[in-house]
Protein backbone atom coordinates (compact mmCIF):
# COMPACT_ATOMS: atom_id res chain seq x y z
CA UNK A 1 0.00 0.00 0.00
CA UNK A 2 1.24 3.05 -0.86
CA UNK A 3 1.94 5.66 2.35
CA UNK A 4 5.11 6.43 4.43
CA UNK A 5 6.68 3.47 6.39
CA UNK A 6 8.50 4.19 9.73
CA UNK A 7 11.02 1.58 11.37
CA UNK A 8 11.29 0.26 13.72
CA UNK A 9 7.89 0.74 16.03
CA UNK A 10 9.39 0.43 19.12
CA UNK A 11 13.15 0.91 20.77
CA UNK A 12 14.65 0.69 23.70
CA UNK A 13 18.16 2.44 24.17
CA UNK A 14 20.54 3.16 27.02
CA UNK A 15 21.67 6.73 27.27
CA UNK A 16 24.67 7.41 25.04
CA UNK A 17 23.74 4.35 22.54
CA UNK A 18 23.07 6.24 19.32
CA UNK A 19 20.05 4.81 16.25
CA UNK A 20 18.98 6.00 12.90
CA UNK A 21 15.15 6.10 12.31
CA UNK A 22 14.39 5.07 8.68
CA UNK A 23 11.25 6.41 6.51
CA UNK A 24 10.64 5.90 3.16
CA UNK A 25 7.77 6.95 1.22
CA UNK A 26 6.19 5.69 -2.09
CA UNK A 27 4.10 8.65 -3.04
CA UNK A 28 6.43 10.96 -5.16
CA UNK A 29 6.12 13.89 -2.28
CA UNK A 30 8.83 16.27 -2.33
CA UNK A 31 8.75 17.55 1.37
CA UNK A 32 9.27 14.90 4.42
CA UNK A 33 9.41 15.94 7.76
CA UNK A 34 10.38 14.47 11.92
CA UNK A 35 8.02 15.14 14.47
CA UNK A 36 8.59 14.36 17.77
CA UNK A 37 4.87 13.97 19.90
CA UNK A 38 4.86 14.65 23.90
CA UNK A 39 2.11 14.39 26.51
CA UNK A 40 0.44 17.77 26.62
CA UNK A 41 2.89 19.08 23.94
CA UNK A 42 1.27 18.08 20.74
CA UNK A 43 3.46 17.62 17.88
CA UNK A 44 6.84 19.59 17.56
CA UNK A 45 8.99 19.45 14.38
CA UNK A 46 12.52 18.21 14.40
CA UNK A 47 13.35 18.87 10.76
CA UNK A 48 12.19 18.96 7.61
CA UNK A 49 13.51 18.86 4.10
CA UNK A 50 11.50 21.01 1.22
CA UNK A 51 13.34 18.95 -1.77
CA UNK A 52 15.90 16.39 -2.14
CA UNK A 53 19.15 17.19 -1.18
CA UNK A 54 17.45 19.91 1.57
CA UNK A 55 17.19 19.76 4.83
CA UNK A 56 16.23 22.59 7.32
CA UNK A 57 15.80 22.56 11.54
CA UNK A 58 12.70 23.18 12.46
CA UNK A 59 11.95 23.40 16.67
CA UNK A 60 13.34 21.25 18.47
CA UNK A 61 16.44 20.11 16.57
CA UNK A 62 18.99 19.69 19.59
CA UNK A 63 20.22 16.15 19.71
CA UNK A 64 19.43 15.30 16.25
CA UNK A 65 20.39 15.03 13.14
CA UNK A 66 18.92 13.94 9.63
CA UNK A 67 20.15 13.03 6.17
CA UNK A 68 17.31 13.29 3.06
CA UNK A 69 19.05 9.64 0.97
CA UNK A 70 17.37 10.18 -1.59
CA UNK A 71 13.43 11.55 -2.89
CA UNK A 72 11.85 8.42 -1.07
CA UNK A 73 14.44 8.33 2.55
CA UNK A 74 14.26 10.84 5.24
CA UNK A 75 16.40 9.37 8.26
CA UNK A 76 16.77 10.65 11.79
CA UNK A 77 19.86 10.13 13.97
CA UNK A 78 20.11 10.59 17.61
CA UNK A 79 24.23 10.16 18.19
CA UNK A 80 23.94 10.02 21.54
CA UNK A 81 20.28 9.28 23.60
CA UNK A 82 19.70 11.32 26.10
CA UNK A 83 16.48 10.45 28.27
CA UNK A 84 14.99 13.74 27.30
CA UNK A 85 14.61 11.93 24.15
CA UNK A 86 12.13 9.22 25.54
CA UNK A 87 9.75 10.36 22.98
CA UNK A 88 7.01 9.06 19.91
CA UNK A 89 8.54 10.15 16.35
CA UNK A 90 6.65 10.63 13.72
CA UNK A 91 7.61 11.12 10.28
CA UNK A 92 5.43 12.57 7.28
CA UNK A 93 5.44 13.61 3.77
CA UNK A 94 3.49 16.20 1.91
CA UNK A 95 2.55 16.71 -1.72
CA UNK A 96 3.02 20.42 -1.78
CA UNK A 97 1.76 23.49 0.32
CA UNK A 98 -1.33 23.51 1.48
CA UNK A 99 -2.02 20.07 1.94
CA UNK A 100 -2.09 17.74 4.65
CA UNK A 101 0.29 15.25 5.79
CA UNK A 102 0.37 11.62 5.33
CA UNK A 103 1.95 9.90 8.34
CA UNK A 104 4.13 7.10 8.86
CA UNK A 105 2.58 4.94 11.70
CA UNK A 106 5.21 6.50 14.56
CA UNK A 107 8.20 4.94 16.61
CA UNK A 108 8.10 4.41 20.04
CA UNK A 109 11.71 5.34 21.82
CA UNK A 110 12.64 5.10 25.75
CA UNK A 111 16.08 6.10 26.60
CA UNK A 112 16.65 4.65 30.08
CA UNK B 1 5.67 33.62 14.90
CA UNK B 2 2.19 31.55 14.02
CA UNK B 3 0.49 29.43 16.57
CA UNK B 4 -2.11 27.04 17.57
CA UNK B 5 -4.03 26.81 20.97
CA UNK B 6 -6.70 23.87 22.23
CA UNK B 7 -8.15 24.97 25.43
CA UNK B 8 -9.78 21.60 25.99
CA UNK B 9 -7.13 18.95 26.81
CA UNK B 10 -10.22 16.59 27.58
CA UNK B 11 -13.58 15.92 26.63
CA UNK B 12 -16.41 13.51 27.17
CA UNK B 13 -20.00 13.44 25.22
CA UNK B 14 -22.23 10.73 25.88
CA UNK B 15 -22.25 8.19 22.53
CA UNK B 16 -25.08 9.69 19.50
CA UNK B 17 -24.96 13.26 21.01
CA UNK B 18 -23.19 16.18 19.60
CA UNK B 19 -19.62 17.62 20.80
CA UNK B 20 -17.41 20.68 19.28
CA UNK B 21 -13.61 21.13 20.20
CA UNK B 22 -12.61 24.41 20.14
CA UNK B 23 -9.46 26.05 18.43
CA UNK B 24 -8.06 29.23 17.74
CA UNK B 25 -4.88 30.68 16.07
CA UNK B 26 -3.32 33.44 15.16
CA UNK B 27 -1.31 34.55 12.10
CA UNK B 28 -0.62 37.91 9.69
CA UNK B 29 -1.23 35.61 6.73
CA UNK B 30 -4.75 35.98 4.81
CA UNK B 31 -4.00 32.74 3.20
CA UNK B 32 -3.75 30.02 4.97
CA UNK B 33 -5.26 26.48 5.43
CA UNK B 34 -6.50 24.37 8.70
CA UNK B 35 -6.91 21.18 10.01
CA UNK B 36 -7.93 18.54 12.28
CA UNK B 37 -6.13 15.32 12.68
CA UNK B 38 -7.59 12.56 14.94
CA UNK B 39 -5.18 9.94 16.56
CA UNK B 40 -6.88 7.05 17.64
CA UNK B 41 -5.03 4.75 20.42
CA UNK B 42 -3.48 2.88 17.62
CA UNK B 43 -1.06 6.01 17.43
CA UNK B 44 -1.74 6.58 13.53
CA UNK B 45 -2.47 10.64 13.00
CA UNK B 46 -5.58 10.75 10.41
CA UNK B 47 -6.55 13.75 8.40
CA UNK B 48 -10.37 14.24 9.37
CA UNK B 49 -11.12 17.28 7.01
CA UNK B 50 -9.47 20.44 5.76
CA UNK B 51 -9.93 24.06 5.55
CA UNK B 52 -9.16 26.66 2.63
CA UNK B 53 -9.15 30.07 4.77
CA UNK B 54 -10.00 31.83 1.39
CA UNK B 55 -13.33 29.68 1.16
CA UNK B 56 -16.22 30.80 3.47
CA UNK B 57 -17.92 27.74 2.77
CA UNK B 58 -17.62 25.21 6.10
CA UNK B 59 -15.95 22.15 5.47
CA UNK B 60 -17.57 19.06 5.96
CA UNK B 61 -16.86 15.48 5.91
CA UNK B 62 -19.81 12.79 7.03
CA UNK B 63 -20.60 13.38 10.44
CA UNK B 64 -17.48 16.14 10.82
CA UNK B 65 -18.02 19.46 9.98
CA UNK B 66 -16.15 22.73 10.84
CA UNK B 67 -17.06 26.03 12.14
CA UNK B 68 -14.76 28.46 10.39
CA UNK B 69 -14.88 32.26 11.91
CA UNK B 70 -11.68 33.58 9.39
CA UNK B 71 -11.88 37.27 11.26
CA UNK B 72 -12.19 35.58 15.06
CA UNK B 73 -9.70 32.99 14.49
CA UNK B 74 -11.37 30.42 15.03
CA UNK B 75 -11.85 26.93 14.02
CA UNK B 76 -13.81 24.59 16.14
CA UNK B 77 -14.89 20.85 14.80
CA UNK B 78 -18.18 19.21 15.18
CA UNK B 79 -18.73 15.71 15.50
CA UNK B 80 -22.50 14.68 15.35
CA UNK B 81 -23.90 11.60 16.24
CA UNK B 82 -20.61 10.99 18.29
CA UNK B 83 -19.58 7.01 18.03
CA UNK B 84 -17.43 4.92 19.93
CA UNK B 85 -14.58 4.85 17.16
CA UNK B 86 -14.11 8.74 17.42
CA UNK B 87 -12.58 8.28 21.04
CA UNK B 88 -9.54 9.94 20.03
CA UNK B 89 -6.61 12.85 20.76
CA UNK B 90 -7.77 15.15 18.09
CA UNK B 91 -5.20 17.61 16.88
CA UNK B 92 -5.92 21.16 15.26
CA UNK B 93 -3.34 21.96 12.38
CA UNK B 94 -2.30 25.00 10.81
CA UNK B 95 0.00 25.71 7.37
CA UNK B 96 0.55 28.70 5.81
CA UNK B 97 0.73 28.34 1.78
CA UNK B 98 4.63 28.92 0.61
CA UNK B 99 6.20 26.05 -0.29
CA UNK B 100 8.29 25.09 2.85
CA UNK B 101 5.84 26.05 5.24
CA UNK B 102 5.41 23.52 7.84
CA UNK B 103 2.49 22.88 9.57
CA UNK B 104 2.09 23.78 13.19
CA UNK B 105 -0.40 21.69 15.62
CA UNK B 106 -1.96 22.52 18.99
CA UNK B 107 -1.56 20.42 21.65
CA UNK B 108 -4.63 18.12 21.55
CA UNK B 109 -7.73 17.47 22.68
CA UNK B 110 -8.22 14.09 24.00
CA UNK B 111 -12.12 12.89 23.15
CA UNK B 112 -13.87 10.53 25.38
CA UNK B 113 -16.92 9.11 24.40
CA UNK B 114 -19.38 7.35 26.95
CA UNK B 115 -21.69 4.27 26.04
Known amino acids: NAGVTQTPKFQVLKTGQSMTLQCAQD?????MYWYRQDPGMGLRLIYY???????DKGEVPNGYNVSRLNKREFSLRLESAAPSQTSVYFC???????????FGSGTRLTVV | AQTVTQSQPEMSVQEAETVTLSCTYDTSESDYYLFWYKQPPSRQMILVIR??????QNATENRFSVNFQKAAKSFSLKISDSQLGDAAMYFC????????????FGKGTRLHILP
Open chain 1, 27 to 31: MNHNS
Open chain 1, 49 to 55: SASEGTT
Open chain 1, 92 to 102: ASSERSGYGYT
Open chain 2, 51 to 56: QEAYKQ
Open chain 2, 93 to 104: AYRAPNRDDKII
